[in-house]
């Protein structure tokens, strides 16, 4: 079990610019769910895949966001000309079918500036 | 609707010490409870969780949390505090019924522990 990991770290962009996170689930882990983490904040749920259908998507995810799981293995989430309002971290997690626990990955902390 | 309240920003507590760390929830069927804890610049780990059975569940470090239905807390303990503890506290929810919505979980603004030696 090596974990949930997500690349890149950290990433600081110009407004405007578009960004790609990717998230690698624990291999054999069905669900994935991508969070939004502000300072002094819990995690919000941004949207859920079971296998590489996307079931669940928060109003949170506005038009700009995207979100992908090609053949139910890793995940992408684009954010298409960023705001500074979008400055967070992104917290990737995954479960079993069976399991409620989620798993998270490090996060990737986004600057938009 | 799904919520969970922590209603403090930070815990004080003395190395050696017992903490609790409080939390109530409000979910419209029965609830999954989870704690997480985040250390700086790093994702959440997961301590414990209650599903259904006995009320007091046993978690990873030597935590535990008690579930208290009457009450509808969750609130987080462990006998003796380390200093190495010190860190960002998340409770969440989840309703047991699943949908397509009900996977995610809600969390918690946070408590920040301090231990002190």
Known sequence: DTGVSQNPRHKITKRG????FRCDPISEHNRLYWYRQTLGQGPEFLTYFQNEAQLEKSRLLSDRFSAERPKGSFSTLEIQRTEQGDSAMYLCASSRD???EQYFGP???LTVT | ????AQPEDQVNVAEGNPLTVKCTYSVSGNPYLFWYVQYPNRGLQFLLKYITGDNLVKGSYGFEAEFNKSQTSFHLKKPSALVSDSALYFCAVR?????????ALNFGKGTSLLVTP
């Open chain 1, 107 to 109: 996060g990737t902390r």
């Open chain 2, 1 to 4: 609707a799904q919520s969970v």
């Open chain 1, 98 to 100: 069976r399991g409620p």
């Open chain 1, 17 to 20: 610019q578009n960004v790609t």
């Open chain 2, 95 to 103: 309703d047991m019924v699943g949908s397509n919505s009900g996977y």
